[in-house]
């Protein structure tokens, strides 16, 4: 399974599974661009960051096998970072990076496209943090991984 297409399909996951209104998209080729534009009240955009490879290995099948961890960033600017502001009725960040978490969490990535998958690759948590405040939008990240087992070429 190629990285866009399990990009496309943890976009549709989260399209699916949140409840806020925000944005979900990949990563924008022009970042400032894209937020002096945005109008909800958030966006997620997600991006590839790395993948970490172990040896070569037999699996179950007796097929050689390399185990790939693939790291994920999920970077959520938001309008209101708490929800705190009555009028808005938001709920903020706080509450959409728990819609992330459990959206992804356990979630194995090619359900949404029809690939098949194997159960070594459900999605877990590994961090999430604040980046960054700029006028009136915040920043956080969440970070998830995931392992792949892929045939190499012979």
Same mark, same amino acid.
């Given at each position: 399974?190629?990285l ?6 943890i976009?549709?996951r ?6 806020t ?5 990949s990563?924008?080729?022009?970042p !400032?661009?894209?937020?002096? %534009? ?7 955009? =997600? #991006?590839?960051?790395?993948?970490? *490879?172990? /040896?070569l ?17 999920f ?7 708490v929800?705190?502001? !009555?009028?808005?009725?938001? %709920?903020?960040?706080y509450?959409?990076?728990?819609e =992330? #978490?459990?959206?992804?969490?356990? *979630?194995? /990535? ?14 877990y ?13 915040w ?5 998830f991984?995931h ?8």
């Open positions: 399974m190629n866009l297409t399990i990009e496309k399909d976009i549709t989260l399209e699916n599974q949140l409840t209104d925000t944005q979900v998209r990563f924008p080729q022009d !400032a661009r894209f937020f002096r %534009a945005l109008r909800q009240n958030g966006a997620i955009l =997600v #991006r590839y960051e790395a993948s970490d *490879y172990g /040896p290995i037999t699996n179950k099948n007796e097929t050689r096998v390399q185990r790939r961890t693939a790291r994920w960033i970077e959520i600017v938001y309008r209101n970072p929800g705190h502001n !009555a009028t808005s009725g938001t %709920a903020g960040v509450k959409l990076m728990q =992330v #978490r459990q959206a992804l969490t356990g *979630y194995t /990535p090619g359900t949404a496209s029809s690939v098949p998958i194997t159960d070594s690759t459900v999605m948590p590994v961090r999430d943090n604040f980046e960054d405040h700029v006028n009136d939008l920043f956080y990240s969440m970070t991984e392992t792949l087992e892929e045939t190499p070429n012979r």
